[in-house]
């Protein structure tokens, strides 16, 4: 069974930093690109980092390029998302996923605000 277990999220004032975990089970974790997506209230879900299978490509939507580090160890099937230099509109709910199995996590959710 595929489960994903998102952790790290909480509430930040602007220009602060979370890590983003993603604990992953039930498959082969190394050969599966991985991706976060997030959600804020009102708005469609959005895809925000992509990694391959061995971690040397990652994409980013251009909103959080500079800011946002992908990455993940696959000797500890964890996926994670470092994110600096937060802004009110990073606040979201954000969501690992791996698109192979189209499995979602339940979510861990990110508050910027003063």
Request: aromatic share 10%; with cysteine.
């Amino acid at each position: 069974q595929v489960q994903l277990v998102e952790s790290g999220g909480g509430l930040v004032q602007p220009g602060g930093s979370l890590r983003l975990s993603c604990a992953a089970s039930g498959f082969t974790f190394r050969v599966h690109d991985m991706s976060w997506y997030r959600q804020a209230p009102g708005k469609e879900r959005e895809l925000v980092a992509v990694i391959t299978r061995a971690g040397d490509t990652t994409n980013y939507v251009a909103s959080v390029k500079g800011r946002f580090t992908i990455s993940r160890d696959n000797a500890k099937n964890t996926l994670y998302q470092q994110m600096n230099n937060l802004k009110p509109e990073d606040t979201a709910m954000y969501y690992c996923k791996c698109d192979y199995y189209g499995a979602w996590g339940q979510g861990t959710q990110v508050t910027v605000s003063s």
